[in-house]
């Protein structure tokens, strides 16, 4: 099975900061890498899919790169609606999330 | 417009079998490259995905959890079912039907529905 490691698990922020969430997968997965953010009592949302490639109607605020083991999600400028938790999944076999990182207000 | 609802019981007892259905409208798993899932997601913890049906009828399963776990499909009525054989308190979570697009992640969810297993 592979193992998806997510760091940190919890990071404090003010609107307006850069935020940076790091995916780490216990075997190459080439980029077969999506990124969730879920809100309280909802759903996951898609951000973010085969590493990099926005999911239609996300804004350009997200981003998302990385290959192989490494991956990150990066926020350039935390709006208010940003604070969530984020979840990296791996599809390079069956599927696997991480354990989530939760982004609330510092 | 994609849309997915789950649907089943609320409470169950230990031993039992749950059974969840997805019902989905905007798609048809008839499609090539389209699949639902299931996704599990316990109070307070992380998601983890259960099972997934393609359009070919194609089943892949959790390892952990692949004997407990059937996946079925009724495309005519845009539903798949889930059966959870010998229901336990971990198996408490709230699950999500999803569909798998072609990109391979799950890009549309239901709202989810909460199991609570308790005697």
Redesign the interface.
């Known amino acids: 099975d592979i193992q998806m490691t997510q760091s940190p698990s919890t990071l404090s922020a003010s609107v307006g900061d850069r935020v940076t969430i790091t995916c780490r997968a216990s075997q190459s997965i080439s980029n077969w890498l999506a990124w969730y953010q879920q809100k309280p009592g909802k759903a996951p949302k898609l951000l973010i899919y085969k590493a990099s490639s926005l999911e239609s109607g996300v804004p350009s605020r997200f981003s998302g790169s990385g290959s192989g083991t490494e991956f990150t999600l990066t926020i350039s400028s935390l709006q208010p609606d940003d604070f969530a938790t984020y979840y990296c999944q791996q599809y390079n076999s069956y599927w696997t999330f991480g354990q989530g990182t939760k982004v609330e207000i510092k | 417009q994609i849309t997915l609802q789950e649907s089943g019981p609320t409470l169950g007892k230990p031993t039992q079998t749950l059974t969840l259905t997805c019902s989905f409208s905007g798609f048809s798993l008839n499609t090539s490259g389209v699949g639902v899932?299931w996704?599990r997601q316990p109070p307070g913890k992380?998601?983890?995905?259960l099972a997934?049906i393609d359009w070919d009828d194609d089943k892949?399963y959790?390892?952990?959890l692949k004997s407990r776990l059937t996946i079925t499909k009724d495309s005519s009525k845009n539903q798949v079912v889930l059966r959870m054989t010998n229901m336990g308190p971990m198996d408490t979570a709230t699950y999500?039907c999803?569909r798998r697009g072609p990109?391979?992640?799950?890009?549309y969810?239901?709202?989810?529905t909460l199991v609570t297993v308790s005697s």
């Open positions: 899932g996704i992380a998601l983890e995905w997934l892949r959790s390892p952990s999500y999803a990109d391979i992640v799950f890009d969810w239901g709202q989810g």
